[in-house]
T-cell receptor
Framework: NAGVTQTPKFQVLKTGQSMTLQCAQD?????MYWYRQDPGMGLRLIYY???????DKGEVPNGYNVSRLNKREFSLRLESAAPSQTSVYFC???????????FGQGTRLTVV | AQSVTQLDSHVSVSEGTPVLLRCNYS??????LFWYVQHPNKGLQLLLK??????LVKGINGFEAEFKKSETSFHLTKPSAHMSDAAEYFC????????????FGKGTLLTVNP
């Protein structure tokens, strides 16, 4: 049982480049999330998808877009990367309300 | 609205002594609360959760937490620290008004000294 799988694990981008972070879960969960983690800031919610076909902004959505491709997959796109987007990105999924989230191993992104 | 405050950014203990990591929350509805642990360069692992059942919750690796509504607190404790407990710990809240969003505290780094 793979759980939540993120690709890639590491990425270096130049300012202005675009890329898509992929996330897939095999637990048949309804809700999926993208967080970024920065030192001293905890995890901050970028976007989430409460269920297939819906997406909503979190705390820090600027500079990002998402696609809930199907129930399994939730991708995060950086259209024009900026150094401020250097961070570790985590995808998560969750089954029902009031249950815990399961996290991927993270993507370490550096924008130079 | 919901929020979480972890009262200490860094806690240092000696091996074999008790651990206390403090968390206060704010929520307009009855919350669900979680503690996650993150070891260096790793993902996040659930330690324990409170979802309106027993107020004293036991988790993995000897950790437990008590939900105190009157104090809006959910502090994490362990009677005796082990070197392997050194990690960052996050308190997380979900509440009815925005119950799809998990809101994280800023984390507490636990150092365990030999």
């Amino acid at each position: 049982n793979a759980g939540v799988t993120q690709t890639p694990k590491f990425q270096v981008l130049k300012t202005g480049q675009s890329m898509t972070l992929q996330c897939a879960q095999d637990m048949n969960h309804n809700s999926m999330y993208w967080y970024r983690q920065d030192p001293g800031m905890g995890l901050r919610l970028i976007y989430y998808s409460a269920s297939e076909g819906t997406t909503d902004k979190g705390e820090v959505p600027n500079g990002y877009n998402v696609s809930r491709l199907n129930k399994r997959e939730f991708s995060l796109r950086l259209e024009s990367a900026a150094p401020s987007q250097t961070s570790v990105y985590f995808c998560a999924s969750r089954d029902r309300l009031n249950t815990e989230a399961f996290f991927g191993q993270g993507t370490r992104l550096t924008v130079v | 609205a919901q929020s979480v405050t972890q009262l200490d950014s860094h806690v240092s203990v000696s091996e074999g002594t008790p651990v206390l990591l403090r968390c206060n929350y704010s929520s307009s509805y009855s919350p669900s609360l979680f503690w996650y642990v993150q070891h260096p360069n790793k993902g996040l692992q659930l330690l324990l959760k409170y979802t309106s059942a027993a107020t004293l919750v036991k988790g993995i690796n000897g950790f437990e937490a008590e939900f105190k509504k009157s104090e809006t607190s959910f502090h994490l404790t362990k009677p005796s620290a082990h070197m392997s407990d050194a990690a960052e710990y996050f308190c997380v809240v979900v509440s009815g008004g925005s119950n799809y969003k998990l809101t994280f505290g800023k984390g507490t780094l636990l150092t365990v000294n030999p």
